[in-house]
Protein backbone atom coordinates (compact mmCIF):
# COMPACT_ATOMS: atom_id res chain seq x y z
CA UNK A 1 0.00 0.00 0.00
CA UNK A 2 0.96 3.57 -0.50
CA UNK A 3 2.37 5.72 2.83
CA UNK A 4 -0.55 7.58 2.70
CA UNK A 5 -2.86 4.92 3.37
CA UNK A 6 -0.69 3.35 5.77
CA UNK A 7 -0.48 6.84 7.67
CA UNK A 8 -4.10 7.54 7.45
CA UNK A 9 -5.26 3.64 8.51
CA UNK A 10 -2.85 4.38 11.35
CA UNK A 11 -4.49 7.51 12.44
CA UNK A 12 -7.99 6.63 12.19
CA UNK A 13 -7.18 3.06 14.62
CA UNK A 14 -4.89 5.41 16.42
CA UNK A 15 -7.31 7.75 17.09
CA UNK A 16 -10.06 5.81 17.75
CA UNK A 17 -7.53 3.91 20.84
CA UNK A 18 -6.09 7.26 22.05
CA UNK A 19 -7.25 10.16 20.69
CA UNK A 20 -5.47 13.09 19.09
CA UNK A 21 -2.17 11.78 20.92
CA UNK A 22 -2.59 8.21 19.66
CA UNK A 23 -3.54 9.30 16.05
CA UNK A 24 0.05 10.49 15.90
CA UNK A 25 1.38 7.74 17.39
CA UNK A 26 -0.92 5.49 15.10
CA UNK A 27 -0.24 7.28 11.85
CA UNK A 28 3.89 6.92 13.02
CA UNK A 29 3.42 3.23 14.02
CA UNK A 30 2.05 2.70 10.38
CA UNK A 31 4.78 4.34 8.65
CA UNK A 32 7.77 3.05 10.94
CA UNK A 33 7.69 -0.85 9.35
CA UNK A 34 9.02 0.58 5.60
CA UNK A 35 11.63 2.82 7.23
CA UNK A 36 14.37 -0.03 6.14
CA UNK A 37 13.01 1.35 2.02
CA UNK A 38 14.80 4.13 0.98
CA UNK A 39 11.62 5.61 -0.90
CA UNK A 40 9.23 4.71 1.81
CA UNK A 41 8.04 7.83 3.33
CA UNK A 42 9.40 6.63 7.05
CA UNK A 43 12.82 5.87 4.77
CA UNK A 44 13.18 9.16 3.25
CA UNK A 45 12.76 11.05 6.20
CA UNK A 46 14.73 8.93 8.73
CA UNK A 47 17.38 7.89 5.87
CA UNK A 48 20.29 7.50 8.44
CA UNK A 49 17.98 5.15 10.39
CA UNK A 50 16.82 3.37 7.59
CA UNK A 51 20.49 2.96 6.16
CA UNK A 52 21.44 1.75 9.12
CA UNK A 53 18.62 -1.57 8.90
CA UNK A 54 19.45 -2.06 5.87
CA UNK A 55 22.70 -3.14 6.93
CA UNK A 56 21.09 -5.99 8.95
CA UNK A 57 17.70 -6.35 7.89
CA UNK A 58 15.84 -6.35 4.40
CA UNK A 59 13.22 -4.81 3.12
CA UNK A 60 9.58 -6.21 4.25
CA UNK A 61 11.94 -8.86 7.01
CA UNK A 62 12.05 -8.32 10.34
CA UNK A 63 10.03 -5.03 10.78
CA UNK A 64 7.17 -7.01 8.47
CA UNK A 65 7.10 -10.06 11.00
CA UNK A 66 4.41 -11.45 13.30
CA UNK A 67 7.03 -11.42 15.85
CA UNK A 68 8.29 -7.94 16.04
CA UNK A 69 4.44 -6.65 15.99
CA UNK A 70 3.30 -8.72 18.33
CA UNK A 71 6.54 -7.76 20.75
CA UNK A 72 5.66 -3.97 20.14
CA UNK A 73 1.64 -4.90 21.22
CA UNK A 74 2.87 -6.63 23.84
CA UNK A 75 5.11 -4.07 25.15
CA UNK A 76 2.09 -1.31 24.77
CA UNK A 77 -0.09 -3.71 27.17
CA UNK A 78 2.55 -4.29 29.94
CA UNK A 79 2.95 -0.91 29.59
CA UNK A 80 -0.77 -0.04 29.59
CA UNK A 81 -0.60 3.44 27.96
CA UNK A 82 -3.17 3.98 25.00
CA UNK A 83 -0.50 6.39 23.21
CA UNK A 84 1.93 3.44 22.51
CA UNK A 85 -0.99 1.09 22.15
CA UNK A 86 -2.61 3.21 19.12
CA UNK A 87 1.17 2.76 17.80
CA UNK A 88 1.83 -0.69 18.00
CA UNK A 89 -1.36 -0.99 16.50
CA UNK A 90 -0.86 1.67 13.53
CA UNK A 91 2.15 -1.20 13.11
CA UNK A 92 -0.12 -4.10 12.37
CA UNK A 93 -2.40 -2.13 10.70
CA UNK A 94 0.68 -1.68 8.51
CA UNK A 95 1.44 -5.50 8.20
CA UNK A 96 -2.40 -6.31 7.55
CA UNK A 97 -2.35 -4.03 4.65
CA UNK A 98 1.18 -5.07 2.99
CA UNK A 99 -1.05 -8.05 3.12
CA UNK A 100 -3.01 -7.20 0.75
CA UNK A 101 -0.40 -7.02 -1.94
CA UNK A 102 1.46 -9.85 -3.90
CA UNK A 103 4.57 -9.70 -2.19
CA UNK A 104 3.43 -10.59 0.99
CA UNK A 105 4.75 -10.24 4.41
CA UNK A 106 7.05 -12.99 6.14
CA UNK A 107 4.35 -13.51 9.05
CA UNK A 108 6.43 -15.96 10.90
CA UNK A 109 9.64 -14.61 10.28
CA UNK A 110 12.83 -15.41 10.18
CA UNK A 111 10.85 -18.04 7.77
CA UNK A 112 10.91 -16.14 4.90
CA UNK A 113 7.95 -17.67 3.70
CA UNK A 114 5.81 -14.61 2.71
CA UNK A 115 1.80 -14.67 3.63
CA UNK A 116 -0.55 -12.86 1.44
CA UNK A 117 -4.47 -12.41 1.14
CA UNK A 118 -5.18 -10.45 -1.98
CA UNK A 119 -2.87 -9.52 -4.96
CA UNK A 120 -3.26 -5.80 -4.78
CA UNK A 121 -1.00 -3.49 -6.36
CA UNK A 122 0.92 -0.54 -4.41
CA UNK A 123 -1.18 2.67 -5.82
CA UNK A 124 -3.30 0.59 -7.68
CA UNK A 125 -7.48 1.34 -7.66
CA UNK A 126 -8.25 -0.72 -4.43
CA UNK A 127 -5.02 1.40 -2.88
CA UNK A 128 -7.14 4.46 -3.64
CA UNK A 129 -10.29 3.22 -2.57
CA UNK A 130 -8.89 1.85 1.10
CA UNK A 131 -7.17 5.20 1.63
CA UNK A 132 -10.58 7.01 0.55
CA UNK A 133 -12.13 5.02 2.74
CA UNK A 134 -10.31 5.63 5.76
CA UNK A 135 -10.35 9.25 4.74
CA UNK A 136 -13.83 9.39 4.85
CA UNK A 137 -14.00 7.11 8.55
CA UNK A 138 -11.28 9.71 9.82
CA UNK A 139 -13.44 13.07 8.59
CA UNK A 140 -16.78 11.26 10.33
CA UNK A 141 -14.63 10.55 13.94
CA UNK A 142 -12.86 13.74 13.62
CA UNK A 143 -16.14 15.94 12.73
CA UNK A 144 -18.68 13.50 14.56
CA UNK A 145 -20.88 13.12 11.56
ZN1 LIG B 1 5.50 -2.36 4.25
Not at 17 to 28: C, D, K
Not at 33 to 53: F, I, K, Q, T, Y
Not at 112 to 122: A, I, Q, S
Amino acid sequence: MMGITHAATGALIGLAIGGPLGAATGALGALLPDVDHPRSMAGRRAWLVGGALRLVVSHRGALHSGLVAGLLVLGALVADHPTLLAGSAGWVSHIALDMLNRAGVPLLWPSRRRFWVLPFRTGGIVDRLILLGVLVALVRLVVGI
